[in-house]
């Protein structure tokens, strides 16, 4: 019963407004490679750099924006920040950790970005296990599962949908699947350190534009 208790009041500080009550802080972090500046710039109209071949954050970047037209929306402005990827190389893993450790404390939001045509998350584990003590109980975790487009097609599944811009019935298919493998990995991982439910794994391609709502409104309800 008390620990009922206790989770159901970690589950309701989790929408409160930060003790910044004027800004919500808003991280993207994740792999180098998987589309977080992209899904920034499909996200919210921005011009951040992005590049195929090699990484473009090398240091914090952020952008203030305006709130929702919401008279429910709590805060006078949305700082949405794109952290540099991990795993370009060890160098970078740790001089990056300086920015990771200054960033995350202050974030009401992390969207770890991560890509839904792999099987590997063990960067995303290693950084998550290194990550964690940072996390403060009312943080508000989504993992980004963006690269829809690409699910299955390694493995023979029909392709993405391009003219309607949905995923094929194949990949509609396979994207609980992927959905239940991800959140296994993460909520192992968190271990309570902050709620963690099945619908904070969002599918969607920055590329196409499926599923940017709803992550949209996920990042920005905070539910």
């Known amino acids: ?6 989770r159901y009041l970690a589950k309701i500080r989790r929408y409160l407004p930060s003790s910044n009550k004027d800004t919500l802080t808003i991280l993207f972090f994740g792999k180098t490679g998987v589309g977080k500046s992209s899904t920034l710039n499909a996200l919210f109209g921005l011009n951040l750099a992005t590049d195929n ?10 952008v203030d924006l305006d709130p929702p037209n ?16 991990i795993g370009e190389s060890l160098t970078d893993d740790k001089k990056y950790m ?3 450790k200054k960033w995350i404390p ?6 770890w970005v991560t890509q839904a045509d792999t099987r590997a998350y063990k ?7 290194k990550l964690k003590p940072l996390f403060k109980p009312s943080l508000f975790l989504i993992v980004a599962l963006n690269k829809i487009d690409c ?14 811009r949905e995923p094929s019935d194949d990949q509609t298919r396979l994207i609980p699947e992927k959905i239940d493998d991800v959140y296994g990995i993460f909520h192992r991982v968190i271990n309570g350190k902050v709620i963690f439910e099945k619908d904070q794994v969002v599918p969607y391609t920055s590329v196409y534009g499926w599923g940017l709502e709803h992550l949209k409104m996920k990042v920005l309800s905070r539910s």
Do not use: W
Request: charged share 25%.
């Open 1 to 6: 019963m008390v620990q009922e208790t206790l």
């Open 53 to 62: 071949a090699v990484a473009c954050t090398k240091k914090p970047q952020f």
């Open 70 to 85: 919401s008279s429910n929306f709590p805060y006078q402005k949305v700082r949405v920040v794109d952290l540099p990827g």
């Open 98 to 100: 300086a920015y990771y």
């Open 106 to 111: 202050q974030a009401d939001a992390l969207v």
């Open 123 to 129: 960067r995303d584990e290693i950084f998550l296990k």
């Open 151 to 164: 699910l299955g097609v390694y493995e023979g599944e029909n392709t993405f949908n391009i003219d309607s």
